[in-house]
């Protein structure tokens, strides 16, 4: 499942063609009431919430946290526009627009699956999940005080299914979206056990209709499929109050924001300013830091946060450096290969780049020792895959046995381990014999097909420097196997062009999964995706049995069916030798001056949360030091 973050969630990308049969509008004629499904004030994907109705605030937030204060954060790459609807598919969209949209429903960080009413007091669907209806808030308005309506949420979800790829692919099985009621909204599903589904639609970015289909102050028509920097109207918390075009933006809390005291919002949203400043360079990003020029950082480096934080301001306490346990996503990052390439097609091929790389010499050469090897999809959650499978995940794949790799029966999965010049030499020698059983051979110490005489090249796309002493230091192991190797490092604008069309060999990629994973994996990995522009399946995987397995993920009907389902998705994953897994850190690390408050319970899936329930605080930021 999808997750909005906490302050700039990743928005996958989204699609240019309409998936699935047309949607009415709220004008069709006579609606049909839908029977059944009592009325709930928050949803879950299996059990019960943990916030009874009337519940009146999060255990996670302080509701006497003071509101005021400024945050400047880092942004990486540059935006060019505020359109929501066409993130991922038209220009760079500005990262934090989604803090002036709210959503039906709002999630809770202290519960996995679990969402509550934000726009929509109330939500109701029958045990079948064969539909489900919300009902609006008779209060909730947009900025400029007018009412959000059913026709507000029916145009953002049309926008969404016409002009964003990935959101249509996502919402594919939403067949009509209909107003059933005076402030009701009912979205019909194509099939029944679809549990996830009701969340789904909740999720939902509302626009408003109203504005979009306006003009702007030179009497342009405004087009919800472009893209634009005219600031959007919103409904949430914010608004964006300035901006510099592709350098800098700043939001201003709303005063009157309309949803200030639901309890969803209470303690949060606590700062009057946000700013976002966007650099190019992760290096500049930091010396910005170390200078004051940001409040906030969070390191993505294992270099730097050994060797990059010893400077005056922290010796003096003035900077705080913390990690906070990731305890709310697996990840897998890794090289991807692009297996629409016919020499990514063997998986004899993919397994030998895999032996090729040395991660234990990576580890300590490079990394500090802070780093372990990621073995699953889901790495650092209970959905991993352990071992050999058992029980219901057992009985999942048996199903599947002639479509799956035989040692997903067999062996637990590992990665080769290097680390030592002897372990090196054995994990080349095995390399060797895979791209010799897959038809390659050495000519003028080149790796070469044996069938066309093409010699093996291979380049590594990357859109940040600061990536390139990974492949490089790679690149000496494929050299010694006759690979030819090349790493190119191109601008984020014609990076993000290139891998929307999958014109790469092999790129860095990541993939965070939810605890509660469902229908975003066919996007990740199902065959409808590997043709879709923008989508995440950027491996390009066309398998049946995932397929099979992705459906089994989502109609899983208990939480350890689903837990099975996903273990057995993983084992079949990894066994295919898709990518070449990297590692993992469980902690966000992150350092800023101390000029903050947060509450004294953090949310147990929400890493450090910040901004979203932190605040100002006067007398740390006066020991910090004024802002240069």
Request: hydrophobic share 40%.
């Amino acid at each position: 499942m999808n997750r909005r973050s906490l302050l700039t969630s990743a928005l996958l990308g989204l699609l240019a063609e309409r998936v699935g049969p047309p949607i009415l509008s709220a004008a069709a004629a006579a609606p049909e009431q839908p029977a059944g499904g009592a009325w709930r004030h928050g949803v879950s994907l299996f059990g019960d919430l943990k916030y009874a109705e009337g519940f009146k605030q999060f255990d996670y937030v302080n509701a006497a946290a003071p509101k005021g204060g400024a945050v400047r954060q880092v942004a990486i790459g540059t935006f060019d526009s505020f359109n929501i609807v066409v993130a991922g598919v038209k220009g760079n969209l500005e990262g934090g627009i989604a803090l002036i949209y709210d959503t039906l429903l709002a999630p809770a960080f202290d519960e996995v699956a679990s969402e509550y009413g934000l726009i929509a007091e109330a939500a109701r669907y029958p045990d079948d999940h064969s539909w489900a209806t919300y009902r609006l808030r008779a209060d909730a308005k947009w900025h400029d005080g007018k009412p959000i309506t059913p026709d507000d949420v029916i145009f953002s979800f049309n926008a969404f299914k016409q002009y964003n790829p990935q959101r249509a692919a996502y919402y594919r099985h939403v067949t009509k979206v209909e107003q059933t009621g005076e402030r009701e909204i009912t979205f019909r599903f194509d099939a029944p056990g679809n549990r996830e589904l009701p969340q789904i639609v909740g999720e939902l970015y509302v626009l408003p209709k109203h504005w979009w289909e306006g003009t702007d102050a030179s009497g342009k028509k405004r087009d919800i499929g472009a893209t634009t920097l005219e600031p959007p109207l919103g409904s949430g918390p914010y608004r964006i109050k300035s901006f510099s075009a592709g350098r800098d933006i700043t939001y201003e809390r709303v005063p009157d924001y309309w949803a200030r005291a639901l309890n969803v919002s209470v303690g949060r949203n606590n700062f009057d300013a946000l700013r976002f400043i966007y650099f190019r360079d992760m290096t500049v990003a930091l010396e910005a830091f170390k200078g004051d020029t940001v409040d906030w950082r969070d390191e993505g480096s294992a270099k730097d946060w050994a060797t990059a934080y010893d400077f005056p301001a922290v010796k003096e306490k003035r900077v705080v450096l913390e990690q906070f346990p990731i305890t709310n996503v697996g990840i897998m990052q890794a090289f991807a290969f692009n297996i629409r390439r016919d020499k990514f097609k063997d998986p004899r091929v993919r397994l030998a780049f895999n032996y090729a790389f040395d991660f234990e010499e990576m580890n300590r050469q490079i990394f500090y020792g802070q780093y372990k090897r990621i073995s699953s999809y889901f790495e650092g959650t209970e959905l991993a895959a352990t071992g050999l499978p058992t029980g219901r995940e057992l009985e999942i794949l048996q199903s599947l046995r002639d479509k799956v790799p035989p040692e997903v029966f067999t062996k637990p999965y590992t990665n080769p381990v290097g680390g030592t010049p002897e372990a090196e030499r054995n994990n080349l020698r095995q390399a060797v014999l895979l791209l010799r059983d897959a038809g390659y051979e050495i000519r003028d110490g080149k790796l070469t097909d044996a069938k066309t005489g093409e010699p093996y090249a291979v380049e590594f796309l990357l859109n940040d420097p600061s990536y390139e002493r990974i492949p490089l230091f790679y690149k000496p192991s494929l050299d010694r196997l006759g690979f030819t190797t090349t790493v190119r490092t191109i601008y984020d604008a014609q990076y993000q062009n290139r891998l929307r069309a999958f014109d790469f060999d092999i790129i860095i990629y990541n993939w965070a999964e939810s605890l509660s994973p469902g229908n975003e994996q066919r996007d990740n990995w199902g065959s409808q995706a590997a043709d879709l522009p923008g989508s995440s399946n950027v491996i390009g995987i066309k398998n049946p049995a995932i397929d099979a397995l992705i459906d089994q993920v989502i109609f899983a009907k208990s939480r350890g069916d689903l837990v099975a389902a996903t273990r057995a998705l993983d084992r079949v994953l990894l066994w295919n030798h898709y990518v070449v897994p990297h590692w993992n850190y469980p902690y966000e690390r992150s350092a800023r001056w101390d000029r903050f408050g947060r509450p004294g319970l953090m949310p147990k899936y929400g890493m450090s949360a910040f901004p979203d329930v932190w605040w100002w605080d006067a007398a740390k930021a006066a020991k910090a030091g004024s802002k240069s």
